[in-house]
């Protein structure tokens, strides 16, 4: 297998000291190293977060966490905001756990959500809950997510489920101060660490109303997670491997200081959005564009896919088509995690040489 430097939506590039890290020995998931572990990783996952809420570690992908989300705090009727197609799956997984509910779109895929519509939205009374993505992969919106909590204040009784899968670790994100009741990130997107597990933390707002949850099932109840982490365990056996990664990981993002990667994510995005609006242009409107990835317009009409196989074979580097219907009409190139702008420029640059500019 020849392996590539990733430049996608994820997952990202992940540093060999923190795979390295993944070689510890095992321990027993109930034993005291485990519990003294766990109890020194929770406190860091708040700290990131600025929250005093509970954050919990599932082993599972980020899917997981958002049925989870939906099965706890979802009793009457929920609203799934969407500007692409991730969006669009918290519709899907809503209707799969037997929730009435609607999805609002954005004008067009390209476009963020305007939050007076969301507003109208909820005025209306019918929802309980309301399901958001701060930045949405398949289009390259990154949402107003400070005006929208601002907006969730109006709406004390309507659970506010946020999807910050390609947002956590890269932008700062004060859950308490933004009032967010369920907010899920997995760690191989801007975290820069291996896939398999989700961060996420759960107001006390979303407790109580998962307490009263029907039909919830086992393995994402909130209330068992709870219990479990009072004891400093996990309620089922956690991918130890992967947390040892995401404890080293987290320990990285504080020596470079929270605000200097925010920083460097926002760097390395202005970067790109320039250079994709000199050579082609950018799919996402203004003000709106992703801090983690460039949806490039494909506006010379190349094949995508040949130039995708240029940088693999040439140089080793991949980036990624467009999503679903966007194929070939776009394509995407991530710069979050640990990646730096002089890789950007390198990868850009490499782009130029197969256009010939």
């Given at each position: 297998m020849k392996f590539k430097k990733l430049f996608i939506p994820g997952p990202t590039e992940v540093r060999k000291d923190v795979l390295e890290r993944m070689a510890w020995p095992m321990i027993s998931?109930?034993?005291?190293?485990?519990?003294?572990?766990?109890?020194?990783?929770?406190?860091?996952?708040?700290?990131?977060?600025?929250?005093?809420?509970?954050?919990?570690?599932?082993?599972?992908?980020?899917?997981?966490v958002m049925e989870g989300a939906v099965l706890n705090c979802v009793e009457k009727r929920c609203l799934n905001v969407t500007c692409g197609a991730f969006g669009e799956r918290w519709h899907e997984i809503t209707l799969a756990c037997g929730h009435e509910a609607d999805?609002?779109?954005?004008?067009?895929?390209?476009?963020?959500?305007?939050?007076?519509?969301?507003?109208?939205?909820?005025?209306?009374?019918?929802?309980?809950?309301?399901?958001?993505?701060?930045?949405?992969?398949?289009?390259?919106?990154?949402?107003?997510?400070?005006?929208?909590?601002?907006?969730?204040?109006?709406?004390?009784?309507?659970?506010?489920?946020?999807?910050?899968?390609s947002a956590m670790a890269a932008v700062d994100i004060k859950v308490d101060e933004l009032g967010m009741d369920v907010c899920l990130a997995g760690v191989q997107k801007a975290f820069a660490a291996p896939p398999g597990i989700t961060v996420f933390s759960v107001s006390e707002k979303a407790m109580e109303k998962s307490r009263k949850a029907k039909r919830k099932g086992y393995y994402f109840d909130f209330d068992v997670f709870k219990k479990y982490a009072e004891k400093g365990q996990t309620p089922t056996t956690p991918a130890i491997s992967l947390f040892y990664a995401l404890d080293y990981k987290i320990d990285q993002m504080f020596e470079e200081g929270l605000e200097n990667r925010y920083r460097r994510h926002v760097e390395m995005a202005e970067y790109a959005r320039a250079w994709a609006k000199d050579?082609?242009?950018?799919?996402?409107?203004?003000?709106?564009?992703?801090?983690?990835?460039?949806?490039?317009?494909?506006?010379r009409a190349i094949s995508v896919a040949d130039l995708s196989k240029f940088l693999a074979d040439k140089y080793a580097l991949q980036i990624a088509n467009g999503y679903g219907k966007l194929k070939e009409k776009t394509f995407r190139v991530g710069h979050m995690g640990d990646l730096t702008l002089d890789e950007v420029k390198e990868l850009l640059g490499r782009i130029d040489e197969y256009l010939g500019v």
């Open positions: 998931h109930r034993g005291g190293d485990f519990v003294a572990f766990f109890n020194q990783l929770t406190p860091k996952l708040k700290k990131l977060l600025a929250t005093k809420d509970d954050v919990f570690v599932s082993t599972s992908a980020s899917t997981g999805i609002l779109q954005s004008e067009e895929w390209g476009m963020a959500n305007r939050i007076d519509v969301v507003d109208k939205a909820l005025a209306t009374g019918k929802y309980d809950a309301v399901t958001m993505q701060i930045n949405e992969t398949s289009t390259g919106i990154m949402n107003d997510y400070h005006e929208f909590a601002e907006m969730m204040k109006k709406y004390p009784d309507v659970m506010f489920l946020v999807d910050a899968v050579r082609f242009d950018t799919f996402a409107e203004d003000g709106y564009q992703s801090v983690t990835l460039t949806t490039v317009r494909n506006s």
